[in-house]
């Protein structure tokens, strides 16, 4: 027998109050509407169960039984219910987002703090996995979504995002930037021109470790080595060097972008052509990513920051 589960919840409502018109106020219903439901059950059951009296109503030994036996499942489904609501509507929830790098995660903090602004009741708990590992954290569930690129750092990594086949993640593109070279304002330059890296031979390079070796080859074509270049472990760490000091940073554009004294640096227009990084979000393809993990994909997908 199928019964609406709504005849149930009635029911127990009016067991506990013991009175239809208390029901029917708890409800925010007209008390004929809530006598037509509990009619409508008894009919279903084939049984009366309540005794009607001038002050309420009691339970008959057939209403007992029903009561003893779904007032506990009628709690649980109720208190699912508003559970299940509140991750619906975003009031409640968490994301676990597994970063490929240390540079991806600090580049991804300003914006992880533009949607909880939005959303403050969601919790995003991120972590940094080596980056072969990552589908193994989406496939183990220990992560909803990964966060990750396909650069010079990961050269064996295409970037069409193959980095797994098709049945183990879906694989959603948020941008590809070529990197961006990025001096401070004590640097002269013609910005109306595109330089030479041969023309800036007496600064120094600053840049990242991860890079040093994918640039290498590119510098010594267009310079002999300087023994103030600099390789740091952090891109951020760059934004801070840079700022006080007369050196050429490569970095990717999305740092660049998201670095919170951006105006303190200059983008040097270059005849070479850098490297590029390619920006991907992913999740299991063999589960649907919860409410709260499709929000942040939404979100994230839609800035402003990654549209060329």
Not at 113 to 137: D, G, Q, T
Not at 187 to 200: A, G, I, M, T
Request: charged share 25%; proline share 4%; glycine share 4%.
């Amino acid at each position: 027998m199928s019964i609406n589960f709504e005849y149930y919840r009635i029911f127990v409502l009016i067991a506990e109050s013991k009175s239809i018109s208390r029901a029917a106020q708890a409800l925010n219903i007209s008390q004929p509407a809530v006598t037509k439901e509990l009619k409508t059950l008894e009919g279903l059951l084939g049984v009366e169960l309540f005794n009607r009296h001038a002050r309420g109503v009691t339970l008959t030994t057939e209403g007992s039984i029903l009561y003893e036996n779904i007032r506990d499942s009628v709690k649980r489904l109720e208190q699912a219910d508003f559970e299940i609501a509140a991750l619906r509507n975003l009031e409640t929830g968490s994301v676990r987002i597994a970063f490929g790098s240390f540079n991806l995660l600090m580049d991804f903090l300003p914006l992880q703090k533009n949607f909880n602004k939005i959303y403050p009741n969601i919790e995003i708990l991120s972590s940094v996995i080596p980056f072969k590992s990552l589908i193994a954290v989406l496939k183990d569930g220990k992560a909803d979504l990964a966060v990750w690129s396909s650069d010079p750092i990961n050269p064996e990594i295409e970037s069409s995002g193959s980095f797994s086949t098709p049945s183990d993640t879906v694989n959603i593109k948020l941008a590809e930037f070529e990197d961006v070279c990025i001096t401070n304002k004590n640097v002269s330059f013609d910005p109306s021109r595109n330089y030479r890296l041969s023309e800036f031979g007496e600064y120094p390079f600053l840049l990242s470790w991860a890079y040093s070796q994918c640039y290498g080859q590119m510098f010594n074509r267009t310079r002999a080595g300087n023994p103030k270049d600099i390789f740091l472990g952090e891109t951020k760490s760059i934004f801070s060097i840079l700022e006080n000091n007369d050196y050429l940073a490569f970095v990717p554009k999305l740092s660049y972008r998201l670095t919170w004294n951006r105006e303190q640096f200059y983008r040097i227009p270059l005849k070479e052509r850098l490297f590029s990084t390619t920006y991907w979000i992913s999740h299991k393809a063999d589960s649907v990513p919860s409410v709260a993990a499709r929000a942040f994909i939404k979100f994230i997908s839609e800035q402003e920051v990654f549209k060329d």
